[in-house]
């Protein structure tokens, strides 16, 4: 039984942070949320944003995944607790033309 308060309390506490996250980015700039007891992840409306919405939320590693169609830049940090995920458009490696 407290296993599953636990559980409940830490999912709660998810919610209260990405209600925060939220309201700091602005809803109209996020399309998805997916949020688990210890990790939350945001898709923008747009990819162009994601690495502004990540750096605004303190996520600074990133991952870029060009081997899916179409690649994108995963983003990622910790938020008051939590692993955190922001979905943005692919970077370019340094030096190459857009």
Known sequence: MRKLKQNSESLARA????????????????EAVTVTRNRISLSPIDLADGEQIARLLGCTSALDNRMLTPGFTNWSGDV?????????RLR???????
């Open 80 to 88: 008051a607790g939590f692993e955190v995920h922001v979905r943005a």
């Open 92 to 98: 370019q490696p340094g030096g190459a033309l857009a």
């Open 15 to 30: 919610l209260d942070v990405v209600g925060e996250a939220l309201a700091r980015i602005g809803l109209d700039r996020v």
